[in-house]
């Protein structure tokens, strides 16, 4: 069954600091691979998406994500957090012809 | 782009009524998807549209709810005969689909909730 984990449900990093949220997946399909951000009572915004070809994308509002496809994972990456960054973070699977599955998502908490 | 809108954002019903939701998805996106999200989880798929056409529905989506896009445009979703079970907030998001590659992009979301 397709599936994927966010091992850390919630994180918290001080202003300034490097963030890493972890994103593992099970997936029988070579998968695309999406990082979306979701602010209290908000929809969820797009962060990145990776589809093929180099395996570490960029994204909106300075965050990074590395495809390993050894590790069957796709972790979100920043250099240095801002207040702003505090929502909760969801990691999705998706391939063609196949519906997306989101992961529990990683609340952040940014302390000043 | 105007994004992804929602209509309405927030719902109080009481159980056993209907209620139902509007979504109007970026103009040129054929594809239109329903999910339903409760606190601390990620989103669940329900349902979705290629154009009119509604071509699966998940296992969550009960015979008491049903979804329409009548002209491949905005989509309704109603909740017939509400339970507090079904209180959540429920997304949209719409797509294009191009070179068998798709990104959906999310509204703001309706979150209903039954007393």
């Known amino acids: 069954a397709q599936s994927v984990t966010q091992p850390d449900i919630h994180i918290t990093v001080s202003e300034g600091a490097s963030l890493e949220l972890r994103c593992n997946y099970s997936?029988?399909?070579?998968?695309?691979l999406f990082w979306y951000v979701q602010s209290p009572g908000q929809g969820l915004q797009l962060l990145l998406k990776?589809?093929?070809?180099?395996?570490l994308v960029q994204g909106i509002k300075g965050f990074e994500a590395e495809f390993k496809r050894s590790q069957s994972s796709f972790n979100l990456r920043k250099p240095s957090v801002h207040w702003s960054d505090a929502a909760e973070y969801f990691c999705?699977?998706?391939?063609?012809?196949?519906?997306?599955?989101f992961g529990p998502g990683t609340r952040l908490s940014v302390l000043p | 782009d105007t994004g992804v809108s929602q209509d309405p954002r927030h719902k109080i019903t009481k159980r056993g009524q209907n209620v139902t939701f509007r979504c109007d998805p970026i103009?040129?996106?054929?594809?239109l998807y329903w999910y339903r999200q409760t606190l601390g989880q990620g989103p669940e798929f329900l349902t979705y549209?290629?154009?009119?056409?509604?071509?699966?529905k998940s296992r969550l989506l009960s015979d008491r709810f049903s979804a329409e896009r009548p002209k491949g445009s905005f989509s309704t979703l109603e909740i017939q005969r509400t339970e507090q079970g079904d209180s959540a907030m429920y997304l949209c998001?719409?797509?294009?689909?191009?070179?068998?590659?798709?990104?959906?992009?999310f509204g703001p979301g309706t979150r209903l909730l039954v007393l």
């Open positions: 998001a719409s797509s294009l689909v191009r070179d068998a590659k798709e990104t959906q992009y």
């Open positions: 997936y029988g399909a070579t998968p695309y």
């Open positions: 990776y589809f093929s070809g180099d395996t």
């Open positions: 999705a699977v998706g391939a063609w012809g196949q519906n997306f599955v």
């Open positions: 103009s040129e996106h054929n594809r």
């Open positions: 549209f290629q154009n009119e056409a509604q071509l699966e």
